[in-house]
């Protein structure tokens, strides 16, 4: 069990999710919380996997609760019909996002290139160990990028679908803090990508390469602050010492 006094609040919101190579898993409760999980907790088909699932809804349902409390904002005020139709709102705002449009057919375009690798990845300059290494990071962040950057588009949107700008313009705002992490995936990508790329298969990743840099650029535009968002833990100098 992690003494409460090491986590790092909120550490789990702001990572790639990496765990394997995460050097903040001892203090991370997410971390805590899904190794305390048994097998059957991880089946589908246990009753236990949806006691678990119920478990964390509630808790979330509760922190939401504590957070419009907080706010001053009546959960109650809206009915399902019009709770629906903002919704529907927002999603057709985020849908015609260049930015959305973007990451998704990164994760498209590269799942089609990762599924002809056998074609290019022989003229890689790297031996098969980096080869691997080069892979497993594409791979990891092939739909995480577009995940973090549909989250920060979300994130600076109110119920009518129009642009929050205390919430866009607010470095440690949430929407901030998730286009960070999909900016780092984006960058770490990149550089696999690069690694990768001989004379004999530019064909294959340059135009890969392009598109993440269109990505990047489109979303170090749509939000400037984002980069100086400080990650709790990754980004806290004094927090690691």
């Known amino acids: 069990?992690?003494?409460?006094?090491?986590?790092?609040?909120?550490?789990?919101?702001?990572?790639?999710?990496?765990?394997?190579?995460?050097?903040?898993?001892?203090?991370?409760?997410?971390?805590?919380?899904?190794?305390?999980?048994?097998?059957?907790?991880?089946?589908?088909?246990?009753?236990?996997?949806?006691?678990?699932?119920?478990?964390?809804?509630s808790e979330a349902k509760e922190l939401l609760t504590e957070k419009a409390d907080e706010l001053g904002i009546d959960l109650n005020a809206i009915n399902?019909?019009?709770?629906?139709?903002?919704?529907?709102?927002?999603?057709?705002?985020?849908?015609?996002?260049?930015?959305?449009?973007?990451?998704?057919?990164?994760?498209?375009?590269?799942?089609?290139?990762?599924?002809?690798?056998?074609d290019w990845l022989i003229f890689s300059p790297l031996d098969e160990p980096e080869n691997l290494e080069m892979l497993s990071i594409i791979y990891w962040y092939q739909n995480f990028i577009f995940i973090k950057m549909q989250r920060g588009l979300v994130g600076i949107l109110d119920l009518n679908g129009k642009v929050d700008l205390e919430e866009l313009n607010d470095t440690q705002s949430?929407?901030?803090?998730?286009?960070?992490?999909?900016?780092?995936?984006i960058e770490r990508s990149i550089n696999a990508w690069k690694n990768l790329l001989a004379k004999e298969n530019e064909a294959q990743i340059n135009p890969i390469l392009n598109l993440l840099e269109n990505i990047k650029k489109t979303a170090e535009t749509?939000?400037?602050?984002?980069?100086?968002?400080?990650?709790?833990?990754?980004?806290?100098?004094?927090?690691?010492?």
């Open 174 to 185: 949430d929407a901030n803090g998730s286009v960070k992490v999909g900016l780092i995936a």
């Open 222 to 241: 749509k939000f400037p602050k984002a980069k100086d968002f400080i990650r709790p833990g990754f980004d806290e100098v004094e927090v690691v010492m």
């Open 80 to 118: 399902d019909a019009d709770f629906f139709e903002r919704q529907k709102q927002v999603d057709e705002v985020i849908s015609n996002e260049n930015l959305t449009k973007l990451s998704e057919k990164y994760g498209q375009d590269t799942r089609v290139i990762l599924g002809a690798k056998d």
């Open 1 to 57: 069990m992690i003494e409460k006094t090491e986590i790092i609040p909120f550490i789990h919101n702001y990572c790639d999710r990496w765990c394997e190579r995460c050097d903040f898993t001892s203090r991370c409760h997410a971390f805590e919380l899904e190794q305390q999980r048994t097998n059957t907790e991880l089946e589908v088909d246990e009753e236990a996997f949806w006691q678990n699932l119920m478990g964390m809804f």
